[in-house]
């Protein structure tokens, strides 16, 4: 009986360990769009996955920059969400998605983007570090963004002065990391 309940006690001490383990991993990098994001993948392999970034990776396709995406990077990426795109608008997607329109569309996407890997934090730490409460930085596009922190959350501007949510930050990537916004950021 004691041999037993020994058994059984080191069965439920692997398992909740292997269960803490588990829920320690899905901890490090956020779930995105109802899919695991793993830090192992990157940007466009785990992109492809989120329910929520649909739009974005139809228009990453049509603008031909998969395989940038995919590159080594670092990028850091603000990825707005399909509601982002859908609140644009009526007509402005499937504008932007066909094959005339490519430049244009490769501006507003690059726009998105930023060398190197800028953590939350970063970010953050640089804008409330700053002189007037923003931290200025440029896309890949040339394109001028600013942060600002507010409470706890943390803003990126476009160059019209447009605020979008970082819903969800520091989803690690293994060319960068993707901060999730709620709205598409435009150039002038």
């Known amino acids: 009986m ?19 383990f588990a829920a320690s991993h899905a901890m490090d990098n956020p779930m ?16 492809v996955n989120s329910a929520d970034h649909t739009t974005l990776v139809a228009a990453v396709k049509a603008a031909g920059l998969v395989d940038t995406l995919a590159g080594p990077g670092p990028f850091t990426v603000f990825a707005p969400v399909n509601d982002a795109f859908a609140a644009l608008p009526a007509g402005t997607v499937e504008t932007l998605l066909q094959p005339e329109n490519k430049d244009l569309l490769t501006k507003i996407l ?23 409460g923003f931290y200025h930085f440029n896309a890949i596009s040339g394109d001028a963004l600013s942060a600002q ?13 447009n605020a979008s949510l970082v819903t969800i930050s520091d989803v690690d990537q293994s060319n960068g990391v993707i901060h999730v916004i709620d709205k598409v950021l435009l150039p002038k």
């Open 32 to 47: 995105v769009g109802g899919a695991p994001m793993l830090a192992d993948r990157n940007i466009v392999e785990n992109a």
């Open 110 to 132: 690059t726009a998105h983007v930023v060398a190197g890997k800028w953590p939350a934090s970063d970010i953050a730490a640089a804008a409330r570090a700053s002189s007037d």
């Open 149 to 161: 922190v507010r409470g706890d959350n943390v803003y990126i501007f476009d160059e019209s002065g």
């Open 2 to 20: 004691t041999l037993a309940r020994t058994a059984l006690t080191l069965c439920a001490i692997v398992l909740s360990t292997g269960t803490a």
